[in-house]
């Protein structure tokens, strides 16, 4: 998938198109649904209008001479239902210098005819890209007041979430153990305190070990607990009892994070007490019984940990009884914009600060990072967006620097180009028509940006 599929995927591409021939409108309908755009044709403007609402997500396109109700007419009506609402006008060489003065007025944008029809898409991505974060500025708002619980919140309106979230509520009541797996940052622990919140023993502790920051000497007295004799003033000795983590547990939740990163002494330990339910702490004369659930987490493959020795098998097969995978970020995209919403919400609430408007470059950052980092590295993104810190001023959230107009340019007419060649399985003669470019000017292009049609033609 392109950097531009990911646009595509995201953006709402609706289109309002105005002209009163008819001819002119079936051929700019025509184009722009082959571009890709959602469009509703009208022959008039005050036909328009009714259909024109401050929710509307996309861009409204008009020419300006028209009877009755023209282009200018339109655009003010529209301009004092949204100032904000995109109205894109087409005019002949005579109308310029009035498009001037309306470009100052608040149009978004003009194209003298003849335009060519990547001139129109070009010029409609760009207004799409700013209604859309129009759009999700209204929606943070909209969210500020009410915003769930970021600790055991599964964000996402993506099938593979929908359905972790289906499994984790018939899991829940089950009270079976569980293990969750995922790549690092993925929401492991999140998906882990919603099988508690959701469960029976949702009023009792959630309790989570780190299972890579137990040594060897600290890993009983930490997960059992023990009794030591501590020298008290002047020459006494005094018994001291530890809880250890799974006593504190009791009646809840325990989760084992990281549980690969246990060595074999400590998973045989765990195995024990996962087979007896019995906590033998350090010192005491007979185990305690505890009521528990286990819940562990793993980045690695445990399966193949076991097949190299660095997993006891045994643990593996009581543990993966029940097994839940929390996918990453590069196979729920659809989430990003949610989640990012959800984490700067968190933030703001608190650090007690307003919601800031999303800028581009923080939007575009969002459609084009791979977040191989996945759901943490969002979270930290949302957090720096949060106080302030936007890859607008000069970098982004790599620290490099934010590429300069021709950079963007170059960038933007590579990916139109790669959009309409996916569009029409490699069909170059197609593709010129579309973009209106000479064979050889075409082919330069491809060149220049290395871009090869073969890779298209591949999909037929």
């Known amino acids: 998938m392109t950097n531009l599929d990911h646009l595509d995927a995201e953006m709402s591409r609706h289109v309002i198109l105005i002209d009163d021939d008819r001819d002119f409108l079936d051929a ?8 890709g755009f959602a469009v509703q044709a009208f022959l008039s403007g005050t036909e328009a209008i009714r259909h024109i609402t401050r929710e509307f997500d996309g861009v409204v396109v008009s020419d300006v001479r028209m009877p009755n109700m023209d282009g200018l007419s339109l655009f003010k009506h529209v301009h004092e239902l949204d100032p904000e609402l995109p109205v894109l006008l087409l005019t002949g060489h005579g109308d310029v210098p009035m498009a001037v003065q309306a470009l100052k007025d608040g149009v978004y944008d003009f194209l003298i005819k003849p335009f060519s029809v990547a001139e129109l898409i070009a010029s409609l ?60 940052g993925t929401g492991k622990k999140t998906a882990a305190r919603s099988l508690h919140s959701l469960s029976h023993r949702k009023a009792k502790p959630f309790v989570q070990i780190s299972c890579v920051s137990l040594s060897e000497e600290s890993f009983h007295a930490e997960v059992f607990g023990g009794t030591s004799m501590e020298k008290a003033p002047p020459q006494h000795y005094v018994s001291k009892r530890a809880v250890g983590h799974l006593e504190r547990a009791h009646r809840g939740t325990v989760l084992f994070d990281d549980v690969g990163s246990l060595s074999l002494q400590q998973q045989a330990a765990l195995l024990h007490f996962i087979e007896t339910r019995e906590c033998w702490p350090r010192g005491a004369s ?137 569009r029409h399985q490699g069909d170059a003669k197609r593709s010129m028509e579309i973009l209106k470019l000479p064979r050889k000017t075409f082919y330069d292009k491809l060149s220049r940006h290395g871009i090869r049609i073969s890779d298209y033609r591949d999909k037929k």
């Open 28 to 35: 700019q309908v025509q184009a722009l649904e082959l571009a």
């Open 125 to 184: 991505g760009r207004a799409s890209q700013k209604r859309e974060l129009v759009i999700e500025n209204r929606n943070l708002r909209k969210l500020h007041a009410g915003h769930i619980n970021a600790k055991t919140a599964l964000v996402g309106e993506s099938m593979v979430m929908d359905s972790l979230r289906q499994t984790l509520s018939q899991v829940a009541e089950a009270d079976v153990d569980v293990l969750i797996t995922g790549e690092s």
């Open 286 to 422: 007979e185990p305690r019984p505890l009521d528990l659930r286990i819940i562990a987490t793993s980045r690695e493959n445990l399966r193949e940990a076991v097949q190299s020795g660095k997993f006891r098998a045994d643990l593996f097969y009581l543990l993966s009884g029940v097994t839940l995978h929390v996918p990453p970020l590069s196979e729920r995209r659809v989430d990003i914009r949610l989640l990012f919403q959800h984490f700067l919400l968190a933030a703001c609430a608190r650090t007690k600060g307003p919601v800031p408007r999303l800028t581009m470059a923080a939007h575009m950052h969002l459609q084009r990072h791979d977040w191989p980092g996945n759901v943490r590295e969002l979270e930290r993104f949302a957090e720096r967006f949060a106080l302030g810190l936007d890859p607008e001023e000069g970098s982004n959230a790599n620290g490099n620097t934010s590429p300069g107009l021709a950079e963007r340019t170059n960038q933007f007419e590579a990916e139109l180009i790669q959009e309409v060649l996916s």
